[in-house]
């Protein structure tokens, strides 16, 4: 980039989404971003971005485009439909793939890139929401060694951790089998939960103690700000594997 900073697209700017965004402005990147929110949209033009209404508007001002949207059908859309981003962006591009999607959507996609001269980083992100507002993520990435460098500067503007585990597709595989393991201990932790509690126990002060023993977890740490609004997903894209 010959020593300019990239010019930085987000196509996705939820909870997710806009938190990253105001790090990178801060870091004293250009961003563009777009969302079909337009309440999430005009918070990231209140942050400093330039907001645009598709993903074919932030190709066209970014050489480096971060998806950051729910679904896998919806990175699909937002990579290969006509106002998307590959149509659009110029050759030597690349489009980083934050969502969490199945490791073969990521894997096609990147096929689809090389012929338009673009490359897929895969890098979705853990630790969550707040760890998002404190700039601690960590990037599970994937992909092509100067790809993954290209990318570490700016996912260190928001992620502490930044883990190269190999071909595009094994940043998803990583992301996928982390969500497992956090859904299984959730899970266990309410059956545990409600075991415990037929004996009359104090939940407080047994939770204090299996911190510190080998039953603990993160998500027994955290357990307060665990959420299960992407559990089904997540599982979704576990049993798509194992089936396969």
């Not at 001269?117 to 853990?126: E, H, K």
């Not at 266990?188 to 603990?216: F, H, M, P, W, Y």
Request: net charge negative; aromatic share 4%; charged share 25%.
């Amino acid at each position: 980039m010959n020593g300019e900073k990239a010019r930085v697209g987000i196509v996705g700017v939820g909870r997710m989404g806009l938190a990253m965004l105001k790090h990178l402005i801060k870091q004293g990147y250009q961003v563009t971003a777009c969302d079909i929110d337009d309440k999430q949209l005009a918070k990231a033009r209140d942050a400093g971005a330039a907001a645009v209404a598709t993903p074919a508007e932030v190709a066209r001002a970014a050489d480096f485009v971060i998806v950051a949207v729910g679904y896998d059908e919806e990175v699909r859309q937002v990579v290969l439909e006509v106002d998307g981003l590959l149509a659009n962006l110029a050759p030597g591009s690349i489009i980083a793939v934050s969502s969490t999607a199945k490791p073969d959507t990521v894997k096609a996609l990147d096929e689809q890139a090389k012929a338009h001269g673009v490359a897929i980083l895969d890098a979705p992100i853990c630790r969550g929401r707040f760890a998002a507002d404190d700039g601690t993520l960590l990037a599970l990435v994937g992909g092509k060694p100067d790809v993954v460098e290209r990318g570490r500067a700016i996912y260190r503007c928001f992620c502490s951790d930044y883990a190269h585990l190999g071909e595009v597709g094994h940043g998803q595989v990583g992301k996928t089998m982390n969500n497992l393991l956090l859904w299984i201990n959730a899970v266990g932790l309410i059956e545990a939960g409600r075991l415990a509690q037929t004996t009359g126990i104090d939940l407080v002060k047994l939770r204090a103690a299996l911190l510190i023993s080998s039953g603990a977890s993160d998500a027994l740490k955290e357990w307060d700000m665990v959420s299960f609004t992407w559990a089904l997903k997540d599982m979704q894209i576990v049993a798509d594997l194992a089936d396969k």
